[in-house]
């Protein structure tokens, strides 16, 4: 059963339509699941200013995108792929810990997701994919 927080992030719609103002953007399916999310993201020096995104997907990678792109302000595009990884470790084992800045994928990251990990990621990729890093 989805958490009712969980959907309550999911339905945030302020980052959610694309403008075509963007420094860098990127279309990402999942494989797996097919999942799909495009994003338009506008950098300024060593960080992300704004994101902007649309998703064929399910809840889980919503409310990524959604946490994503209200946290991305926050991120440096050099920490990044060490932001995945730590995401990656916190999901994969219980005994770490993530960070402040990335504490609000708390909800989402856990034992219980294992099996929606990509899902949750691919927000992630698509960023990653996006910024060629």
Request: glycine letters at 2%.
């Amino acid at each position: 059963m989805i958490d009712y927080k969980i959907l309550s992030i999911a339905s945030n719609t302020r980052f959610i339509g694309l403008k075509n103002k963007f420094t860098h953007r990127c279309t990402k399916k999942s494989v797996r699941c097919g999942d799909k999310i495009k994003i338009e993201i506008i950098t300024k020096k060593d960080k992300i200013a704004t994101m902007r995104y649309e998703t064929e997907s399910c809840i889980y990678c919503q409310a990524s995108a959604s946490i994503l792109a209200n946290k991305v302000s926050m991120l440096s595009i050099r920490s990044l792929k060490n932001d995945f990884k730590l995401i990656e470790k916190v999901i994969k084992n219980k005994e770490f810990k993530l960070p402040k800045k990335l504490y609000s994928f708390n909800l989402l990251v856990n034992k219980k997701n294992i099996n929606r990990f990509d899902c949750i990621m691919l927000p992630f990729n698509a960023l990653i994919k996006a910024l060629n890093i």
